[in-house]
């Protein structure tokens, strides 16, 4: 089940020059499943990173911050990376020095097939957590992926990265920049275990445009901050999150070597729309969905505070069953801005809205509210929150939805 989520068709998304998917089936955890997949990036792409901020990060997540690392200072003897190494059914995380192991000897045998360094690859790992990763099955599986390899295969690569999604997560653009035509495309995965900070959530972006590799840093960061760190289903920060963007450097334009100049503004915004598309569609896509939520908080001192207020709302199990039922119980949502943690908060200046329905003025019920206005929009697939805090002049929105009967059970009969 998901929320007004429907698979892109394959000939709607464009292949980025410089970039090709190989996809097969591993064994991993299952058989007949596509579980293993191949990115090869073409010589002198860029690429920056965002991982999880779970301390409990998995193997691949610190092999994978370790080898950006030196390819971003230039310790690589100027090679860049060349290759993502992706599988599902196991997320190779409370593994200790033997998940650290097993995930650089998939390294390894990707960059001997590859005839590169092994600095020059970067492991992904979704899945079962505190299991020892098959890394002889990755291995065997390679031959079959790297001869699959090809620019058009985004779909079955977002679905090759799917763990309990039920909807493959994959968009597509074009914008011109200096005259020249760039493509972005990306896919992401994820459905339960979503709380970013920078969510078990995947992200893989590229784009032909031609973006410094320290550049590209700088962008990732953006990009996740007002995307895939804007989005919640449950609350659990995963082990695993990562969000890679590249840049292959083949489109026929001026470098970009600024975000603020007209270029750099031009190509931001279209890849901040299209990861926005991708991590909404990971909430949804949630588990056991049923509503797509918009949290939106106005009035804030600052963007941190309309954050925290936000996701005090979107992190409540209260709201999220009452949104499920349908049930306009919405003294909870001013519960849970009452302890977001804001110690000087003034009740009396608080209004919320559903939609448009004023809910509740200056901290109270609106004389004019009426209870029918309130379940019309809670029977919405599609809700819009706004609070108004009335501190200052921030806001902030967050993404979420609602938890129903079917999350629990997902995640009871997760591992079966």
């Given at each position: 089940?998901?929320?007004?989520?429907?698979?892109?068709?394959?000939?709607?998304?464009?292949?980025?020059?410089?970039?090709?998917?190989?996809?097969?089936?591993?064994?991993?955890?299952?058989?007949?499943?596509?579980?293993?997949?191949?990115?090869?990036?073409?010589?002198?792409?860029?690429?920056?990173?965002?991982?999880?901020?779970?301390?409990?990060?998995?193997?691949?997540?610190?092999?994978?911050?370790?080898?950006?690392?030196?390819?971003?200072?230039?310790?690589?003897?100027?090679?860049?990376?060349?290759?993502?190494?992706?599988?599902?059914?196991?997320?190779?995380?409370?593994?200790?020095?033997?998940?650290?192991?097993?995930?650089?000897?998939?390294?390894?045998?990707l960059a001997r097939a590859l005839n590169v360094?092994?600095?020059?690859?970067?492991?992904?790992?979704?899945?079962?957590?505190?299991?020892?990763?098959?890394?002889?099955?990755?291995?065997?599986?390679?031959?079959?992926?790297?001869?699959?390899?090809?620019?058009?295969?985004?779909?079955?690569?977002?679905?090759?990265?799917?763990?309990?999604?039920?909807?493959?997560?994959?968009?597509?653009?074009?914008?011109?920049?200096?005259?020249?035509?760039?493509?972005?495309?990306?896919?992401?995965?994820?459905?339960?275990?979503?709380?970013?900070?920078?969510?078990?959530?995947?992200?893989?972006?590229?784009?032909?445009?031609?973006?410094?590799?320290?550049?590209?840093?700088?962008?990732?960061?953006?990009?996740?901050?007002?995307?895939?760190?804007?989005?919640?289903?449950?609350?659990?920060?995963?082990?695993?999150?990562?969000?890679?963007?590249?840049?292959?450097?083949?489109?026929?334009?001026?470098?970009?070597?600024?975000?603020?100049?007209?270029?750099?503004?031009?190509?931001?915004?279209?890849?901040?729309?299209?990861?926005?598309?991708?991590?909404?569609?990971?909430?949804?896509?949630?588990?056991?969905?049923?509503?797509?939520?918009?949290?939106?908080?106005?009035?804030?001192?600052?963007?941190?505070?309309?954050?925290?207020?936000?996701?005090a709302i979107a992190h409540s199990p209260l709201?999220?069953?009452?949104?499920f039922a349908s049930d306009p119980n919405l003294?909870?949502?001013?519960?849970?801005?009452?302890?977001?943690?804001?110690?000087?908060?003034?009740?009396?200046?608080?209004?919320?809205?559903?939609?448009?329905?004023?809910?509740?003025?200056?901290?109270?019920?609106?004389?004019?509210?009426?209870?029918?206005?309130?379940?019309?929009?809670?029977?919405?697939?599609?809700?819009?929150?706004?609070?108004?805090?009335?501190?200052?002049?921030?806001?902030?929105?967050?993404?979420?939805?609602?938890?129903?009967?079917?999350?629990?059970?997902?995640?009871?009969?997760?591992?079966?």
């Amino acid at each position: 089940m998901s929320v007004n989520l429907v698979a892109t068709p394959a000939a709607d998304l464009y292949p980025v020059p410089g970039v090709r998917w190989g996809i097969t089936e591993a064994g991993i955890r299952k058989a007949n499943r596509k579980d293993l997949a191949v990115l090869l990036l073409d010589e002198g792409a860029s690429v920056g990173a965002v991982f999880t901020q779970n301390r409990f990060c998995a193997a691949p997540v610190q092999i994978c911050q370790k080898h950006l690392a030196k390819a971003v200072a230039g310790d690589l003897a100027g090679e860049g990376i060349r290759a993502l190494l992706i599988n599902t059914g196991n997320a190779n995380a409370g593994t200790g020095e033997n998940g650290l192991m097993r995930a650089e000897a998939s390294c390894i045998a990707l960059a001997r097939a590859l005839n590169v360094s092994v600095g020059r690859i970067l492991p992904f790992s979704t899945g079962v957590i505190m299991e020892p990763l098959p890394h002889e099955r990755i291995a065997a599986g390679l031959p079959g992926a790297l001869a699959d390899a090809r620019e058009d295969n985004w779909a079955n690569a977002a679905e090759a990265i799917m763990t309990t999604d039920t909807v493959a997560k994959a968009f597509s653009t074009r914008i011109t920049l200096g005259g020249a035509a760039v493509t972005i495309t990306g896919i992401s995965k994820g459905a339960g275990m979503i709380r970013p900070n920078m969510a078990t959530m995947l992200g893989f972006m590229a784009t032909d445009a031609c973006v410094s590799q320290s550049l590209m840093v700088q962008l990732a960061r953006e990009l996740a901050e007002g995307s895939f760190n804007r989005i919640t289903v449950d609350g659990d920060t995963s082990t695993n999150d990562s969000f890679v963007v590249m840049a292959t450097n083949r489109a026929k334009h001026p470098p970009v070597t600024s975000l603020d100049s007209p270029d750099g503004r031009t190509l931001r915004a279209a890849m901040m729309a299209l990861a926005q598309k991708l991590a909404q569609a990971i909430v949804r896509d949630g588990e056991g969905a049923t509503k797509f939520i918009t949290i939106r908080v106005d009035g804030g001192k600052t963007g941190e505070e309309c954050r925290q207020v936000a996701y005090a709302i979107a992190h409540s199990p209260l709201v999220k069953t009452a949104f499920f039922a349908s049930d306009p119980n919405l003294g909870r949502i001013l519960a849970a801005v009452g302890y977001a943690g804001i110690d000087d908060l003034d009740q009396t200046q608080i209004d919320l809205y559903l939609d448009d329905v004023l809910v509740a003025k200056n901290g109270g019920r609106y004389v004019d509210y009426i209870e029918a206005d309130g379940q019309r929009i809670m029977k919405q697939s599609e809700i819009n929150v706004r609070v108004v805090l009335g501190r200052g002049p921030a806001a902030d929105t967050v993404w979420t939805c609602d938890l129903s009967y079917d999350y629990v059970k997902i995640n009871a009969d997760y591992r079966s």
